[in-house]
């Protein structure tokens, strides 16, 4: 093996075979998969039978819920009605009449004024025994007062509370459905992943500088390879760290959302169950606004980003932004004598990477921005920033300016590796201070 | 046969002269001892040696060619400013080194097991380095540095850090490493190995070159015309039997009778003119030329003064 590749493997794998990287790169993502398998296990599974007593002495309701024509009724939910006032709240609570009930929907006189529906419960029922519960009661009430106090028909009545369905359509792809939001958010997840991956790593190479030249195993090393050698090797290798987490959430991730697509989603799979049905036989159900919300998640995951492109993009935009921001990492290492220096300095170069998360961040709201079209092509925003605008699919028809952005990064790399690499060569065996910039300037010039 | 030959080679810093016109050479098969006082220029000479850095002027030959990156694989170079990566276990770091060096891994692994038998650190393999001491990770920094058997090696201050057995034992690994034929360049401040075991010696200071050539004859450029005389009887009977031609540097009290004195030669005295002097007035034990001890050497020549002393 080259001494490249004798590094490479020394700088990849004394990594990967730490604790610390088992425990973020496997154990945190099942965590995180897991606590959120979870949670919605948790909210859509936790459908106890609860006994619901309606308290309505002014007899609104006339001893019914809504009722839609298709027998849509949640079975797990019973309604009694009750004639007559409960006093107080310890009433229901506490007498024997009442103990069978969970919970208590108290329909007093003042509820067609103050429109507050107070409903207390011994144990907190699930979200989606609520949203049943009050859609069936309220539904029942507006049409009793709407039926009270107008002349119209109850199918009339129901025809038009029907809500209107407003769609935000793509002109030039009028068929399609809109999720640009959706969209703008999983390219902001990517910007802040490649930030993030950008970031961390960069940083790892700067440590291990550092590290090398404090504990002067710098000058063991320096006799034998290439300084040049050297800082190639740490970088690539440390790059391929990042790769190979990012491959290893990536599987995992995978894993988790088919298990999410299959265990939790299994009825929503299919767009005919769910409101475009409601829609034709005219019902008005909102409360399954919340399942709905979960088959647009589970449409946007698999449909709506373009996973080939996002995922080869954020490869390409994380070595080339790695490189580009790792080689100026390495320099600022072998300029300074310990990491307590290393501040004023890391924070001009991370400047740009802060700007690029603000860019993105506007860009969320501003998917066509002329300033998210020239940082996604200026190479030291532009790993962040086109992450975004490839998942907004702003890049349509533009695609040269991919080509561009790439270009332009990898050109900028060589620039950066190359000054870089006239930095580090003497900085790391300058020991006893920081550098002045005056002195780089010299070590620059060196032949 | 010169092995290592270093012409005129100057290198500035930004504000200072590091080097200043530093010529030596070095024969095949001896220990070279590069001595000077702490920032006289010595790791400066031997980093450019080492290609680590370059010369602003001057050149570095060896065998007789000016040498290149390429031969730096034939150099085993142990820094003065020496680390272990501290999370690594041991085994695998001397690999990794030796490995950098060329070497396979079936060679490196079959050496190093030679190495750590011989050092009785087998047990230490799968040690990290932060749970060794420093002596302990000293003794693998010189393992690195002398497992690929370099034709060369340039050693910065080996014996810093050591306790008197482990200076002793590498002390006596150089010199078998000379035995074999190896050609060693020495940097240190402990005079007494310089004493032991260096063949020829140059000595910087202030990024010049002050003295330079084989032990002997370095030594007897010191050469002061000391001599120290044991006797019986009174300090003052013999000081007053010296007269003119003789000067008294210094006395030492063995017992109540017994005296040494040392005594510097004036006007072309020998060492038979003295003993005529001095019999009448004393019993005369013991007599000894006194040799300059390298430490005195290095003393004198760092401080700017030539001429003799004793210990």
């Known amino acids: ?447 | 046969m010169e092995i290592l030959r270093v012409e005129n080679i100057a290198k500035q810093y930004a504000n200072h002269k590091a080097l200043d016109d530093i010529s030596i050479s070095t024969q095949e098969g001896e220990i070279f001892g590069l001595l000077g006082p702490n920032g006289a220029g010595k790791t400066s000479l031997i980093r450019i040696i080492n290609q680590i850095t370059g010369p602003d002027s001057g050149r570095v030959l060896l065998n007789g060619k000016e040498i290149t990156r390429e031969d730096i694989s034939k150099i085993g170079y142990l820094p003065e400013e020496r680390g272990l990566y501290k999370k690594m276990k041991v085994g695998e770091q001397a690999l990794y080194f030796a490995r950098l060096k060329g070497m396979s891994k079936s060679e490196a692994k079959q050496k190093l097991k030679f190495w750590f038998d011989k050092f009785e650190i087998s047990s230490w393999t799968n040690k990290k380095v932060e749970e060794l001491s420093k002596g302990m990770a000293q003794k693998i920094q010189f393992i690195t540095t002398v497992l690929h058997e370099p034709k060369l090696l340039i050693l910065d201050e080996p014996f810093s850090g050591f306790d008197p057995i482990n200076t002793e034992l590498i002390k006596s690994e150089i010199l078998r490493l000379k035995e074999n034929g190896t050609s060693i360049m020495l940097s240190t401040h402990n005079m007494n190995s310089v004493e032991e075991i260096c063949d020829s010696i140059a000595l910087i200071n202030k990024s010049k070159l002050i003295v330079s050539g084989s032990l002997e004859d370095v030594k007897k450029q010191y050469d002061s015309d000391v001599y120290s005389i044991q006797f019986k009887g009174m300090m003052m009977a013999f000081a007053n039997s010296l007269w003119t031609g003789y000067d008294l540097i210094d006395k030492k009290q063995l017992d109540d009778n017994t005296a040494i004195a040392y005594i510097k030669m004036k006007n072309g005295n020998k060492i038979n003119d003295l003993l005529k002097a001095v019999m009448p007035s004393v019993e005369i034990e013991a007599i000894h030329k006194v040799i300059p001890s390298m430490n005195d050497i290095f003393i004198k020549a760092v401080s700017g003064e030539k001429g003799g002393n004793h210990e």
Not at chain 1, 44 to 55: G, M
Request: charge should be neutral; hydrophobic fraction near 45%; charged fraction near 20%.
């Open chain 1, 1 to 447: 093996m080259s001494n490249l590749g004798l590094i490479i493997n020394r700088e990849y794998s004394s990594r990967v075979k730490k604790k610390s990287f088992l425990v973020l790169t496997i154990l945190v993502p099942i965590l995180a998969v897991g606590f959120m398998f979870g949670a919605m296990w948790l909210t859509l599974e936790k459908d106890k039978k609860v006994n619901v007593l309606i308290a309505d002495p002014s007899g609104w309701c006339n001893a019914q819920i809504y009722q839609s024509k298709t027998d849509n009724t949640n079975k797990n939910v019973v309604f009694s009605f009750y004639e007559n006032y409960i006093d107080s709240v310890d009433v229901f609570m506490n007498e024997e009449r009442f103990k069978e009930f969970d919970i208590l929907v108290s329909l007093n006189d003042k509820v067609p004024s103050n429109r507050r529906v107070p409903v207390f419960y011994r144990e907190q029922p699930s979200l989606k025994t609520e949203h049943y519960i009050q859609n069936r009661v309220e539904s029942r009430l507006m049409e009793y007062f709407a039926l009270k106090k107008t002349n119209i028909s109850k199918d009339q009545y129901r025809a038009i509370k029907q809500p209107f369905d407003f769609k935000f359509l793509d002109g030039s792809d009028p068929t399609g459905e809109d999720y640009s939001s959706e969209q703008s958010g999983v390219g902001f997840a990517f910007a802040i992943l490649t930030y993030m991956f950008i970031f961390i790593y960069s940083m790892q190479v700067m440590r291990g500088v550092i590290e090398e030249k404090t504990n002067r195993v710098i000058e063991i090393l320096i006799s034998s390879v290439k300084p040049f050698q050297l800082m190639m090797g740490k970088i690539i290798g440390i790059g391929l760290v990042g790769l190979t987490q990012f491959v290893i959430w990536l599987v995992l991730s995978g894993i988790g959302m088919m298990a999410i697509r299959f265990f939790i989603f299994t009825d929503m799979n299919d767009p005919g169950n769910w409101n475009v049905d409601a829609m034709n036989t005219g019902m008005v159900e909102t409360n399954f606004e919340s399942q709905t919300q979960s088959s647009d998640l589970v449409y946007l995951f698999f449909e709506a980003i373009n996973w080939p492109l996002m995922l080869t993009s954020f490869v390409i935009y994380f070595i080339g932004g790695f490189l580009l921001y790792s080689a100026i990492f390495a320099a600022i290492g072998a300029m300074v004598d310990s990491e307590t220096d290393t501040q004023q300095l890391v924070l001009p170069v991370t400047a740009p990477l802060i700007l690029s998360y603000i860019v993105a961040s506007m860009m969320i709201s501003n998917p066509s921005s002329e300033i998210g079209t020239w940082f996604s092509m200026i190479p030291f925003t532009s790993p962040v920033v086109m992450m975004i605008r490839i998942a907004q699919g702003s890049l349509e028809g533009e695609f040269w300016q991919y080509i561009v952005s790439v270009v332009l990064l990898f050109g900028t790399f060589l620039a950066t590796t190359w000054l870089a690499a006239k930095i580090y060569r003497i900085g790391i065996l300058m020991y006893g201070k920081k550098a002045s910039w005056k002195e780089v300037m010299k070590w620059i010039k060196y032949k």
